[in-house]
């Protein structure tokens, strides 16, 4: 009698735990639904609202594979990227499917405000692979650049390629984040996995004026 009284108990507990866990299921999708909703609105006080509620703040997006952080980087909205740093359990190295970072996509769209707030959070300047120099150096922000110079990135990073920050800047096409990495000691004569240097980079983009200054200086050098 008692162990049928106790079986039946479970089946009871049971059940009402699995109704209590699909009843949370359409609050759960709401909550997700609002949170990059917020994200995309740049509606900071929504999103702080999920925050005290216990969203996660480093759930992913699924159309992209985003945070609630990259994905506000890539839409500038700045009020929800502030409000999202002063959480205590925001991954502020979440990567995306390809491996970027939060201050990679800050650094690549140019926005100095977001590299300022990351770095002072303490986002990591150096890392393998790719790095937020990298990214600096193909989108051509030389502020930015100097920034995480001025945190020891490193100048020379490879890629998984073996390509470097100013092979990036030579390809883009922008003159001026080439002088500052090679007047910051960045080696030009390098070559990537494919045997390509600088130069052949500027080549490959059609920037002749790169190709001559990179040329002049490495002769200068006596390293060409």
């Known amino acids: 009698m008692t162990s049928r009284f106790f079986s039946v108990r479970r089946a009871i507990v049971g059940a009402c735990t699995l109704v209590s866990m699909l009843a949370l299921l359409p609050a759960q999708a709401s909550s997700y ?3 990059f909703k917020a994200v995309k609105l740049d509606d900071a006080s929504a999103v702080e609202n999920l ?3 216990g969203f996660d703040p ?3 997006e699924e159309e992209r594979g985003d945070t609630g ?20 359990r925001l991954n502020l190295e979440a990567r995306t499917g390809n491996g970027d970072n939060a201050l990679m996509i800050a650094a690549f769209s140019a926005n100095r405000e977001a590299v300022d707030l990351l770095l002072a959070k303490g986002a ?26 001025d945190r020891q990135a490193k100048l020379d990073a490879r890629s998984p390629n073996g390509t470097t920050p100013v092979m990036m800047a030579a390809r883009g096409g922008h003159i001026m984040m080439v002088k500052l990495l090679l007047d910051a000691g960045a080696d030009a004569t390098l070559k990537n996995e494919l ?10 983009g059609g920037h002749t004026d790169i190709v001559e200054g990179l040329t002049y200086r490495l002769k200068r050098a006596g390293k060409l």
Do not use: C, Q
Not at 71 to 87: G, H, N, P, Q
């Open 69 to 88: 952080l990259i994905l506000a980087l890539r839409e500038k909205s700045m009020a929800v990227v502030k409000a999202l740093l002063k959480s205590p």
């Open 51 to 53: 925050l005290r509620r």
């Open 58 to 60: 480093n759930t992913i």
């Open 124 to 149: 990591a300047v150096n890392r393998d692979s790719w790095t937020p120099l990298h990214y600096a150096a193909a989108g051509g922000d030389t502020g930015i650049a100097k920034l995480l110079l």
């Open 195 to 204: 045997g390509m240097t600088a130069i052949d980079f500027a080549k490959e």
């Open 33 to 35: 639904d609002d949170y």
